[in-house]
């Protein structure tokens, strides 16, 4: 049974920092893209980060390039978004999810991700 495992978010004040993780089970997820998506009260669920495990490459949401960076420890089958200056309008529920197998781009769509996790609340105080 495959399962994506999020935690580490918690209440954080602006300019303050988190790192959230994923743990994934069930299979292996080494051909995958593993994106990070959140979603804030009355909107569209939205990419922030992804990552090919196999050839180690990454992609950013705009809003969130040089403050996030998402990592993977394909061994321990953990992807990782460390989450620097963060701001209010990051406040969200963040997601972890997996794509493929065997995608040569990361996508941006949350319809091209086959598998999710339940979540992890993050809120940034002004």
């Known amino acids: 049974q495959v399962q994506l495992v999020e935690s580490g978010g918690g209440l954080v004040q602006a300019g303050g920092s988190l790192r959230l993780s994923c743990a994934a089970s069930?299979?292996?997820?080494?051909?995958?893209?593993m994106g990070w998506f959140r979603q804030a009260p009355g909107k569209e669920r939205e990419f922030v980060a992804g990552l090919i495990w196999s050839i180690g490459n990454t992609n950013y949401a705009d809003s969130v390039k040089g403050r996030f960076t998402i990592s993977g420890d394909n061994a321990k089958n953990m992807v990782y978004l460390q989450m620097n200056s963060l701001k209010p309008e990051d406040t969200a529920v963040y997601y972890c999810?997996?794509?493929?197998?065997?995608?040569?781009?990361?996508?941006?769509?949350?319809?091209?991700?086959?598998?999710w996790g339940q979540g992890t609340q993050v809120t940034v105080s002004s």
């Open positions: 069930g299979r292996t997820f080494s051909n995958y893209v």
């Open positions: 999810a997996a794509g493929g197998p065997f995608y040569t781009a990361i996508s941006k769509s949350p319809r091209n991700y086959n598998y």
